[in-house]
């Protein structure tokens, strides 16, 4: 979608090489804002990325890259007119910088004559200028989009009675829109995208009668969709996407006789699929995937001739399995996942000779693969979660086309032809859960663009592998529950892109390679019930990916033209067998170590993987104490050091968990108390403490001994007594022995004892004893 008008572009490519000369205050002005960047920008910055080398104040702005002046012809003076000024902070390192939106646009509005103003892309913050913008009153284009706008929309906007374009999308603004969005009479392109807005959308929005672009796409919108919304006769744009929107709907949308999208997926709509939307002749894409919307998807869809995307999936929309089509249309891209397609795969899909995606995962087709499916050079081929069945086709790998192959949860079985690496521009190869059987072909190792690889849960085996390039893009490699054995693959630890790593059930031996360390950005790896040996690498604690807190996770989606839904990756989770849904794995780490034969003692680094949330070491052969340093890992939320022969005590360091919910420690060889405090108090499930040697604490309801009495430094090695190694006995001979000599030395009247106190003795503070009981047992020997 062009973001220039026809207008704009004009001006750009006419005007933008002649020699103009542009007033000094706007020179200025530009210059102040240039300086305001820069002050913001790290040290370390590479202005050259910036863009504005040419702005200095030694030459015309006319003559400054991304300035557009007016030409002579058209006014009597020359004046500064469009700006296009996005992804400047981007480039300046500037992205953990505050730019605020009164810095830029208070240099910025100083230029009225502006008619064309980007400034997307550059993390702007807080809420927008009103100011400023009020100023800016010829304004016919405002891209403001991919920033960190907050707040409501400033009822100044609604003011530029010349915009014919706003883009808002990719911000944090919040509020409704203020209703005098209905003043704009000649805006044509209206975009809002991907903020925070919340509220119904406004049913002045259809007092823009000049619209041709809609986009209120990823906000918080509710309520019904306005039937105002009719009003706006040119309208060619409708994107309401990825809102709260219910309700249906409306049976008059084929009025919008301009209109060419429809977007309308990821919301809470219900009802049919209107019988009026036929009448939309000039429609090339309707998204209504991801709503609640009934009945049969009508045949007639497939008769709109312009018809390029069409996205139906994730409904509870059914098809026609015993229809007859014959599609009028010529598709690029059809999604219908999740609409009860049953049988073999459609033959009219052969006839779209322009399919570039195809999804029609979650259905109940079955047979093999067809061949004139595998010659048609698709880019993306979704066919997850049916129950197909036989062999792959060699032929689909001859494509120079394939990235996105997604066959899982299927019953596919046979080798993967040795040719599977010809398709080297796939990205993304999902083959998880079916019958796939012996070696993974070495030929994968020639596809340098895969970034995601699931070919977990089949029964692969060998011990070869094939050895990707350290320069690989992988990102996720899924091998999991096979037959693979032979030695860890050590290729895996040199790809430094690698962020998850899951090996679990399989043979692997040999031991942990010390050269895993320099996956810096690994944040889950999974190597449990294998056959591992030996040592955990000391310099295991450097793992960059684990120490810091998870918050977000390398989308791979993110680099495809459209998301894809992955796979939940399978991983013991808090003692039970568990998928992470791969649009969370971003707060996610991991570390699982358990159902090896690994021994020695665990390192003291490990503490230091601050952003872990799982640690599981069960089931190997660990030995030596529990690192006190466990107690650094201020994210952990779930600690499996069972059936090893760990020693000692649980360190005291275990209270600052605040995080934790599950504290595994049985079958080993502790003893001592269990630390009380913070989350320890509620680890109290006796089954994560037993068979140990000497536990105790109020979590297992066992009392600990009472604690033996310390030493005091002795005075006289030869004199036990002196040394006061038995506390009580001592003091009471002490006591005996010293009224005893108070009797002979005549201190005593017979009869008539004299007063005299009791005191604990200064040099042996640790070894008093109940006085009141000591006065007792004089009394006693004195009256005897």
């Known amino acids: 979608m062009a973001k220039l008008c026809p207008l704009l572009l004009l001006f750009f490519f006419f005007f933008f090489s002649t020699s103009l000369s542009c007033p000094e205050y706007q020179r200025k002005a530009l210059l102040q804002f240039k300086s305001g960047l820069i002050k913001n920008a790290n040290s370390s910055s590479d202005y050259s990325l910036l863009g504005l080398e040419s702005w200095n104040s030694s030459s015309d702005c006319c003559g400054w890259d991304r300035v557009v002046c007016s030409s002579p012809s058209k006014s009597p003076s020359v004046k500064v007119i469009g700006l296009q000024l996005d992804s400047l902070v981007a480039s300046l390192g500037m992205e953990s910088q505050t730019v605020t939106s009164s810095m830029v646009l208070k240099s910025l509005s100083q230029i009225k004559s502006l008619m064309f103003l980007d400034i997307s892309s550059n993390n702007i913050q807080g809420e927008i200028s009103a100011t400023g913008l009020a100023n800016l009153s010829r304004l016919a284009h405002l891209d403001m989009m991919h920033n960190n706008f907050s707040g409501s929309i400033p009822s100044e906007i609604f003011h530029l009675r010349y915009l014919q374009f706003l883009d808002m999308s990719s911000n944090f603004l919040t509020g409704s829109l203020s209703k005098e969005v209905g003043s704009l009479q000649n805006l044509k392109v209206l975009r809002l995208e991907d903020n925070s807005l919340g509220g119904n959308i406004p049913k002045e929005i259809g007092n823009l009668g000049k619209l041709k672009e809609l986009s209120l796409r990823g906000n918080n919108f509710f309520g019904f969709i306005p039937s105002s919304v009719l009003n706006l006769k040119e309208?060619?744009?409708?994107?309401?996407?990825?809102?709260?929107?219910?309700?249906?709907?409306?049976?008059?949308?084929?009025?919008?006789?301009?209109?060419?999208?429809?977007?309308?997926?990821?919301?809470?709509?219900?009802?049919?699929?209107?019988?009026?939307?036929?009448?939309?002749?000039?429609?090339?894409?309707?998204?209504?995937?991801?709503?609640?919307?009934?009945?049969?998807?009508?045949?007639?869809?497939?008769?709109?001739?312009?018809?390029?995307?069409?996205?139906?999936?994730?409904?509870?929309?059914?098809?026609?399995?015993?229809?007859?089509?014959?599609?009028?249309?010529?598709?690029?891209?059809?999604?219908?996942?999740?609409?009860?397609?049953?049988?073999?795969i459609p033959d009219w899909i052969a006839m779209q000779k322009t399919l570039d995606w195809l999804d029609l995962s979650k259905n109940m087709l079955e047979g093999p693969f067809p061949e004139w499916l595998a010659e048609m050079d698709i880019g993306s081929i979704i066919l997850s979660d049916n129950k197909l069945s036989g062999s792959i086709p060699p032929r689909l790998f001859q494509s120079l086309s394939l990235s996105v192959l997604a066959l899982s949860r299927n019953n596919f079985s046979g080798e993967l032809p040795a040719t599977i690496g010809d398709a080297n521009e796939i990205m993304v190869l999902m083959l998880a859960e079916n019958n796939f059987s012996g070696q993974i072909p070495e030929s994968l190792s020639k596809i340098y663009r895969l970034l995601l690889l699931d070919l977990s849960r089949n029964r692969f085996s060998g011990s070869t592998f094939p050895v990707f390039d350290p320069d690989a893009f992988l990102a996720y490699v899924d091998l999991s529950d096979n037959e693979l054995s032979g030695d860890f693959p050590a290729f895996l630890s040199c790809i430094a892109t690698l962020q998850v790593l899951n090996l679990q059930n399989n043979s692997l031996h040999g031991s942990i390679p010390e050269t895993i360390v320099n996956l810096t950005n690994l944040r889950i790896l999974d190597i449990s019930s294998n056959k591992l040996v030996g040592e955990i690498p000391a310099d295991f604690g450097n793992l960059v990916g684990m120490i810091e807190t998870p918050d977000t996770f390398s989308s791979i989606s993110d680099v495809l033209t459209i998301p894809i839904e992955f796979g939940d990756l399978?991983?013991?989770?808090?003692k039970s067998r568990q998928g992470l849904s791969s649009h969370s794995l971003g707060i996610y780490s991991l570390l699982d170590l358990s159902k090896n034969q690994l021994s020695g003692e665990i390192p003291a680094l490990?503490?230091?993987?601050?952003?872990?949330?799982?640690?599981?070491?069960?089931?190997?052969?660990?030995?030596?104490?529990?690192?006190?340093?466990?107690?650094?890992?201020?994210?952990?939320?779930?600690?499996?050091?069972?059936?090893?022969?760990?020693?000692?005590?649980?360190?005291?360091?275990?209270?600052?968990?605040?995080?934790l919910t599950i504290l595994d420690v049985s079958n080993n060889k502790l003893v001592g108390k269990i630390p009380e405090g913070g989350q320890m108090d509620t680890m109290n499930d006796p089954n994560y403490y037993a068979n140990n040697s000497g536990l105790c604490g109020m979590q297992i309801r066992m009392p600990c001994p009472e604690e033996p009495s310390q030493a005091v430094p002795e005075e006289d090695?030869?004199?036990?007594?002196?040394?006061?190694?038995?506390?009580?006995?001592?003091?009471?001979?002490?006591?005996?022995?010293?009224?005893?000599?108070?009797?002979?030395?005549?201190?005593?009247?017979?009869?008539?004892?004299?007063?005299?106190?009791?005191?604990?003795?200064?040099?042996?503070?640790?070894?008093?004893?109940?006085?009141?009981?000591a006065r007792r047992r004089i009394r006693a020997v004195l009256s005897e």
């Not at 399978?570 to 808090?574: E, P």
């Not at 006591?735 to 201190?747: D, E, K, Q, R, S």
Request: charged share 20%; net charge neutral.
């Open 717 to 773: 090695e030869s004199d036990p007594w002196v040394a006061w190694e038995g506390a009580g006995i001592g003091y009471l001979v002490g006591l005996l022995t010293a009224i005893a000599g108070l009797y002979f030395t005549g201190h005593f009247v017979a009869g008539t004892p004299q007063k005299f106190s009791f005191r604990r003795t200064k040099d042996h503070p640790n070894s008093a004893i109940n006085v009141e009981s």
């Open 235 to 344: 309208l060619e744009v409708l994107d309401l996407r990825e809102n709260l929107l219910r309700g249906e709907i409306f049976s008059e949308i084929g009025k919008f006789s301009n209109m060419t999208t429809l977007a309308l997926s990821n919301n809470r709509l219900t009802g049919r699929i209107p019988s009026s939307m036929q009448e939309l002749s000039r429609l090339e894409t309707l998204r209504l995937e991801n709503n609640m919307l009934i009945g049969e998807i009508p045949t007639w869809l497939f008769d709109i001739k312009n018809l390029t995307n069409l996205f139906l999936g994730s409904n509870n929309l059914t098809w026609d399995n015993n229809a007859k089509l014959v599609p009028k249309c010529m598709l690029s891209q059809l999604s219908l996942k999740s609409c009860g397609v049953k049988g073999k």
């Open 606 to 659: 490990l503490g230091d993987l601050k952003g872990l949330k799982l640690l599981n070491f069960s089931f190997n052969n660990f030995s030596g104490g529990i690192p006190p340093s466990f107690g650094n890992l201020e994210s952990l939320e779930s600690l499996d050091l069972s059936h090893n022969s760990l020693s000692g005590s649980i360190p005291e360091t275990f209270p600052k968990l605040q995080e």
């Open 570 to 574: 399978i991983v013991n989770w808090k």
